[in-house]
């Protein structure tokens, strides 16, 4: 009686086979690694929108508290606090004002409702170009000055704003509250806010636009006891 002979693999079977095993070792690494990635770049698209959505709410409710005061010092030189709305159109525009909008943080602390804001674009620290956010808890004899400046959201590729003038009814891309050539002592009816931030390679900008309503577009007279 014979014994079966038993057939061993050969070297070149053995090393198919470790080849075979090894490419599939890859395209399963391959396929969960795109996965993550697809998964980290679509978090970071959403946070880019929540940051722009954030950073819109947040001027639409500063904005559309803006206010200019009818109180003038005659004496030009006793002028220590100075309300105005100024939009300065540039390749990204800025915005300096007044507001109503200032919440107070610290108990029994000397401030009001009243601060001077500024929205402009400026070169981060990252090297990219930021939406900033200027705010000065009194307001002085300089609106456009002063205060601290903090980052609203990084990255942006486009701030712009416009203003609707309710006396022609038009949209305008700039306002000067202060001049007689500008639209002295007079506020926007709404004002256009566009915004566009970078989401990446391969990602189109995330894109957002509103109109704030403003609700008093004229110099309010405070009441004196």
Known sequence: MTRPRLRAFTLIEVLLAISVVALLGV??????????????????????????????????????????????????????????????????????????????LAANSHESDQAELSYFVARGEHGTLDLVRRVSRFIDAEPRRGGVVEVMVEDVEKFELQYLDAITNEWVDSWDSSQVTGQLARLPAQVRITLKLHTGKNHRPAEFETKVPIAVTFPIAFGTD
Do not use: P
């Open 27 to 104: 395209l399963i690494y391959s396929a969960f690694e795109g996965m993550s990635r697809a998964r980290t770049n679509m978090t970071s698209v959403a946070s880019r929108h929540q940051a722009g959505r954030q950073a819109l709410a947040r001027m639409t409710r500063e904005i559309s508290s803006a206010f200019l005061s009818a109180h003038k010092n005659f004496d030009a030189l006793q002028n220590v606090r100075e309300t105005g709305f100024f939009g300065r159109d540039q390749r990204h525009d800025r915005l300096d004002f007044t507001t109503f909008s200032h919440v107070r």
